[in-house]
């Protein structure tokens, strides 16, 4: 796959997918140097919008994540989160889990997405426990694909997950996640969406969910 890297980005906005003017945002965003595709969030419970995207390279994620974006966080008047993730480090563990961005197909159509990151500092990410706890992750009840994350410059460690059920993502948050986390003794941090609500706006955004 031509990715070179993933953007996370969060609005601090709590507002219906349906009155996010999604069609002008995407119009804007597919002009944005090096992007491949996005995939929109909404979060449940809280209504937050943002969004996983895949770039060419590691630098035109930088300069999306420090000129375009702020700007449009400013426009909403709400401050943001973002992290760009380096794409080529899990390549090899995302594919052994089913991931979309590597080329995998769709099993279903997402009705969840989960969003997770842990504060550990694991550099280069192929020395991490990706490959003991790869199997684990395939007998979650639900859970349809994963691309793993590794944080740029911090070495963090996370995933973008595909579930079948928003109740099987909520029993992943909730339930199996914390105690993933016990056993790297580590903060975390763990977000749930909804993906009907932006289907649509993720098909014009050329998300790999939907093949």
Do not use: C
């Not at 491949?36 to 449940?44: C, E």
């Not at 504060?119 to 490959?131: A, E, I, K, T």
């Amino acid at each position: 796959m031509s990715q070179k890297a993933f953007v996370y980005t969060e609005l601090q906005i709590s507002a219906p997918f349906d009155q996010v003017p999604w069609q002008q945002i995407n119009e804007t965003i597919k002009t944005k140097p090096g992007f491949l595709n996005k995939t929109w969030l909404s979060g449940v419970g809280n209504n937050s919008a943002g969004g996983i995207y895949a770039f060419d390279s590691i630098e035109n994620a930088q300069v999306f994540v420090t000129d375009y974006f702020p700007a449009e966080a400013r426009k909403f008047g709400v401050a943001q989160t973002t992290r760009v993730f380096d794409a080529t480090a899990t390549t090899d563990a995302s594919i052994d889990m089913n991931s979309v961005h590597y080329g995998a197909s769709p099993k279903t159509t997402p009705a969840a997405f989960v969003y997770t990151e842990v504060q550990l500092h694991v550099l280069p990410f192929d020395n991490g426990p990706w490959r003991a706890f790869n199997p684990v992750l395939k007998q979650q009840p639900g859970l349809l694909s994963k691309t793993w994350l590794s944080g740029l410059h911090t070495g963090t460690v996370g995933g973008f997950y595909a579930f079948d059920s928003l109740e099987n993502a909520r029993k992943f948050a909730l339930d199996y996640f914390p105690g993933e986390a016990k056993t790297l003794n580590a903060a975390f941090y763990t977000r749930v969406f909804d993906a009907p609500v932006t289907e649509a706006a993720s098909r014009d955004m050329a998300s790999p969910f939907y093949g």
